[in-house]
C-alpha cells in the first residue's frame, strides 16, 4: 500500500504551486538538489510523473493536478488537526464561532444568551469574517462552528442545524424612486443603469462579470448605497446594520435563504454538541 509522508507532499504542493524548483526550495529552505530528488523518488514510488519538465519550465500532468489538489485538502487536514489539539488542551470548555461581519445579529444574539444561561456552558468567542471565509476556518480548524447560509455557502463536510429561513431583500438609497416601491423583482433591479446590484466573491474570491462594483464588507456597501453608486441584495435580518440613507425594500422573487449553524462533520466536541442542542431548541 502507498504511503504519503507529510514532508513530500508539502515539498510537492510548493512545487506545483510555484512552476519553478529554485523558487520551491527557496520557499522550504532547502536546496534545490535535494528537493529535486524528493520529487523523483515520489514519482517511482507511485509508478507516474508528476511534472513535466522542459526548457520552457515545469507544468502538472494529469496525474499532478490530481495529486495537488488531494495533497493541498491533506494538508490542510493535518493542520487543522494540530490546531484543534493545541486548542484543545488549551481549553476543554470553549467554542470558536466563525460568523460573517453584519449578518444574523438577533439571531447570534439570541442563541449566545440561551447558551449562557445553560449550566456548565462553554465559552463562545465569536469571530467576524468575510464572505465564505466560515467554511475555511472551520475546515482548517479555527472555528468549531459557523453560521453559515443555504443556498450560498458550500455545507459539503458539515452537519448542519436549520435556525432560520427568511425572504431577500433589496438594499437601496432612500432617496432613490425604487425605495418608493411596496416590493421589487430581479426584473426590476437588473437593469438600472444608475444603480448596478453590489458583486460579492465567489467561494473562489472572484466575482460574477457585470457593472455593479466589487464588494468585500459591509462598511464598503453601506457608504457606496448611501452614495446612490449601487444597490444590494441581503437577507431580510441583516436590515439591523441599515444607515437612515438606506431603505430596505422586499424582493419577492428571490429564493429564500436559510441560515444554519455548521461544524465538521467527525466533530466528537460536547462542547459543540451542547451548543447545538441549544440552537436546535430555540
Known sequence: MDTLETRELRYFVTVAEELHFSRAAGRLGIAQPPLSRAIQQLERRLGVTLLDRDRRGVTL???GRVLFDEAR???DSAEAAARRTRRAAASTNRLTLATKAGANHELLRKLLDAHAAEPGSAEIDVVLC?????ARML???RADVAFMQRPFDALAGFDTEDLLTEQQVVIVPAAHPLADRPSLTTADIADVPDLPVARWPRQDGTYEPGPGPEIQDLS???QLIALGHTSAV???SARAWLWSAHKAVPLTDAPHVTTVLAWPAHSRSQAVAALVRT???L
Open 61 to 63: 500532468t494529469h496525474a
Open 73 to 75: 485538502a491533506l494538508l
Open 130 to 134: 468575510g464572505m465564505g471565509d466560515q
Open 139 to 141: 475546515r482548517d480548524g
Open 220 to 222: 464598503q456597501l453601506a
Open 234 to 236: 441581503i437577507c431580510a
Open 279 to 281: 440552537a436546535a431548541s
